[in-house]
């Protein structure tokens, strides 16, 4: 059986070469993925506890007394946001804790990287694999709306395709951080700062218009709004109203944050 | 004529104001164990680096199994193993599953990779622990796994930084042993030290160096035969320094650091003969070592920084 062969013409790439990716990432993702899965049970609880228990707080609590919000009931509302919010939240953890843990602490990258494989190829890899994560946890969520009959229209299941491209976007933002971090402190100041924040401004627990003018243009560029107006109409069955625009936001998110994120993480290995 | 497998070839490099590797060339051949040694700083690491891609040298060329570096470096890490200094195991997977997982990173089929899993562990003493996780091991057998590891893709070139640094003198013997099964096999070995014992039992050359610079490059014994003495005294306790006077003359070179006084003879009975008439010093006799060569040569010892 002919071996693989994963062929790299560089490392010393200059910082700021275009990413070279190849077949190599995909033992990277495979090793993430073998030892997830002994953690498998656990890692999912952990993932999919929080946000149920917020949603059936609040969508049954708050629910009673908000009655319908934008033609839905409210724990329709809160559940679809939710969604597009976990499945964000996970990505950034999962690239920020868990990748800064193989890359720094553990030094599972320096081992790597000993073999034929790349840093662009470790990079695409951590990006692709915090996606993954990130779809686990979103399909186990959207079973329990399922099962608690919360929705079920049909087209819930078309939203995961969509919340891969949301997982890739906020992976990408949260490995530029994982290229600046010193230790894990700092990305006490990355959910603070940004993702909390972030999850209070994007139409998940109440609709953007409520908020002061200012406010809503600032929420229109934060790819959480753009993953919320794609989810939302999904997994309660209507029809979006944007489809394009958010799109094209979360792709742009993406790229962008990769090659950031490439850009510093080869300045952080190469000096 | 065996295969040049590693050429360096005038190095430099580098950090702000200040030089770690100046001028630095070596040759490896296969079958061959080279020893870097030096102290602390010395640029033992940084040479590495650049060995591994890791690092671009400010000037001069790096070849591997006559492929320049960085062009070629997929195709030689492809016949290449390397142990560093500290310990990069993945923590969640068994030993068996460790040298899987780094087996599929050079591209190793299912097959090869379930064929060599046995054999490495055999080598590395841990048929037993096949299940277990570097957690559970000892030092010594985590450094035995890196090294079973690194040899995964059966590479022709091993480059191990500091191999036994931090392990127990058993644990080092194991290791030591092990190694030269593998240089008996034809492997060519790079290895950074700053242990003279490991450099005089491993190594077939020894490349001295000094800030960055080479400061000696030879076989071990031949070094200290060139540079050296054959014998060394050592005198320590009350009265040491007085004795370093009156017994000067009996021996070709003295040195005091701190409290011992070293007295170097190519003829040590006189000297020896000497200091028996103070009962109060203790004194060592033995041969002349890899530290007094880093000594004479550089003024200083290894393990000062």
Redesign the interface.
């Given at each position: 059986?002919?071996?693989?062969?994963?062929?790299?013409?560089?490392?010393?790439v200059s910082l700021y070469a275009p990413p070279q990716i190849t077949r190599?990432f995909w033992?990277?993702l495979?090793?993430n993925l073998?030892?997830w899965r002994?953690?498998a049970v656990s890692s999912v609880i952990g993932n999919v506890a929080e946000p149920l228990i917020t949603l059936v707080a609040f969508g049954y609590g708050l629910g009673s007394l908000l009655g319908h919000v934008h033609g839905m009931p409210y724990i329709q509302y809160l559940a679809s946001g939710s969604i597009a919010v976990s499945c964000a939240l996970s990505a950034t953890f999962e690239a920020l804790y868990s990748t800064y843990s193989r890359m720094q602490v553990?030094?599972?990258w320096?081992?790597?990287?000993?073999?034929?494989?790349?840093l662009d190829d470790i990079l695409f890899a951590e990006m692709l694999w915090a996606a993954v994560k990130s779809i686990i946890t979103v399909l186990a969520i959207l079973l329990v709306i399922f099962a608690l009959d919360i929705s079920r229209a049909p087209s819930m299941w078309l939203s995961l395709p969509v919340l891969c491209v949301v997982g890739l976007a906020f992976a990408s933002i949260a490995l530029v951080f994982n290229a600046l971090a010193q230790g894990y402190e700092f990305f006490t100041y990355y959910f603070t700062l940004v993702m909390t924040p972030m999850t209070f401004l994007s139409g998940v627990y109440f609709p953007i218009e409520q908020m002061p003018g200012w406010l809503q243009g600032v929420a229109q560029l934060l790819p959480l709004t753009a993953a919320v107006k794609l989810v939302r109409p999904l997994v309660t069955g209507q029809t979006p109203t944007e489809v394009g625009g958010p799109m094209l936001v979360l792709v742009l998110y993406a790229l962008a944050g990769y090659c950031l994120a490439l850009i510093l993480t080869r300045r952080r290995?190469?000096? | 004529m065996s295969e040049s497998i590693l050429r360096l070839s005038r190095l430099h490099k580098k950090f702000g104001a200040s030089v770690v590797v100046d001028d630095l060339s070596l040759d490896l051949q296969a079958g061959e164990c080279l020893g870097v040694i030096g102290p602390n700083g010395a640029g033992k690491t940084t040479t590495i680096r650049m060995c591994l891609g890791l690092l671009a040298p400010d000037s001069g060329t790096i070849e591997a199994f006559s492929m320049p570096l960085p062009a070629h470096l997929g195709a030689v890490k492809r016949r290449m193993g390397v142990v560093s200094q500290f310990d990069t195991l993945d923590p969640d997977f068994t030993c068996a599953e460790n040298l899987a997982v780094y087996g599929r990173y050079f591209g190793l089929s299912k097959a090869t990779i379930r064929e060599r899993i046995p054999e490495l562990l055999e080598f590395s003493a841990l048929q037993s622990k096949a299940a277990a996780r570097p957690g559970e091991l000892s030092g010594g057998m985590r450094r035995r796994l890196s090294l079973g590891r690194a040899l995964i893709n059966d590479p022709d070139l091993l480059l191990l930084d500091e191999p036994t640094t931090g392990l127990d003198p058993q644990a080092r013997h194991v290791m030591w042993e092990r190694l030269q099964r593998l240089l008996q096999g034809g492997k060519a070995i790079l290895l950074t030290t700053h242990f003279m014992d490991e450099a005089e039992r491993l190594c077939d050359r020894l490349l001295v160096i000094d800030h960055g610079r080479k400061i000696a490059e030879g076989p071990p014994r031949g070094l200290i035969e060139q540079h050296l003495e054959s014998d060394v005294v050592e005198v320590y306790g009350e009265g040491a320094s007085e004795a370093a006077v009156k017994c000067k003359a009996y021996a070709d070179r003295t040195e005091v650091r701190g409290e011992t006084v070293f007295f170097y003879a190519s003829r040590p009975q006189p000297l020896l003969h000497a200091l028996e008439a103070e009962p109060r010093l203790k004194v060592l006799h033995r041969p002349a070592n890899l530290e007094d060569l880093f000594l004479k040569l550089t003024g200083r010892q290894i393990r000062e920084d």
């Open positions: 059986m002919a071996a693989v062969v994963f062929e790299s013409k560089s490392m010393l190599g033992p990277v495979l090793r073998l030892v002994k953690l553990q030094r599972t320096e081992s790597i990287m000993n073999t034929p494989i790349t290995f190469f000096g | -």
